[in-house]
């Protein structure tokens, strides 16, 4: 499935295989569960914070964010300018390419 973003067409297998850098903190797909960062399963659509399978930071927690593909693809650029507090370490991604094929990647994921 093809997903836009800011005028970018996503691709969700690209996205999948754009993961594999993501994966040594989440996971995705049926046994998915929290560990070093929170399992991503539904992830949009969500609240942030929101899971129970993860320590979530006091910010995150607070944020009130409800994970649309917009505020995802600005967490994914600049996670600390998003939730600053937040215990991703992570310093973001700037290809807007690379962050369509992650969204459609993850809007796929139950």
Not at 66 to 73: F, G, R, Y
Request: include cysteine.
């Amino acid at each position: 499935m093809n997903i836009a973003h800011a005028g970018v067409v996503g691709n969700a297998d690209t996205g999948q295989i754009a993961f594999r850098k993501c994966a040594s903190c989440h996971q995705t797909g049926p046994s998915a569960r929290g560990g070093f960062g929170p399992q991503l399963n539904g992830i949009i659509g969500r609240v942030a914070g929101s899971t129970t399978d993860y320590s979530y930071s006091t910010e995150m927690k607070n944020s009130r964010i409800i994970w649309t593909e917009k505020n995802l693809a600005a967490f994914l650029k600049s996670p600390s300018d998003v939730v600053p507090g937040t215990k991703m370490r992570f310093y973001g991604i700037s290809d807007e390419q690379q962050i369509a094929n992650l969204l459609a990647y993850l809007r796929g994921v139950r």
